[in-house]
Nanobody, 115 residues
Framework: QVQLVESGGGLVQAGGSLRLSCAASGIKFSIYAMNWYRQAPGKQRELVASMTSAGNTNYAGSVKGRFTVSRDNARNTVYLQMNSLKLEDTAVYYC?????????WGQGTQVTVSS
């Protein structure tokens, strides 16, 4: 049974930082591309950051320079370090694993940025 479990969300003031974690089980974690998506109320889900199995990263323009994705294959965990948070970063953040069209989603974790 595949599980992706996010943690680390919460309420933070604008300008603050949070680190999200996503622990995977039931998959050979190291061969999957790992991604972070987010969905704000009334908006479509969008890709925030991704890291391939080889360690290559990509970021949405809105978070580039503020967010950093990393992974620890020994712990089957992917992280999203979020700095200089803005009000518009408020959303539910989802972990996503992808390999050759096989995808899995986590349940999401809420991030709320207040002024």
């Amino acid at each position: 049974q595949v599980q992706l479990v996010e943690s680390g969300g919460g309420l933070v003031q604008a300008g603050g930082s949070l680190r999200l974690s996503c622990a995977a089980s039931g998959i050979k974690f190291s061969i999957y591309a790992m991604n972070w998506y987010r969905q704000a109320p009334g908006k479509q889900r969008e890709l925030v950051a991704s890291m391939t199995s080889a360690g290559n990263t990509n970021y949405a323009g809105s978070v580039k320079g503020r967010f950093t994705v990393s992974r620890d294959n020994a712990r089957n965990t992917v992280y999203l370090q979020m700095n200089s948070l803005k009000l518009e970063d408020t959303a539910v953040y989802y972990c996503h694993a992808n390999r050759v069209g096989v995808t899995y989603w986590g349940q999401g974790t809420q991030v709320t940025v207040s002024s």
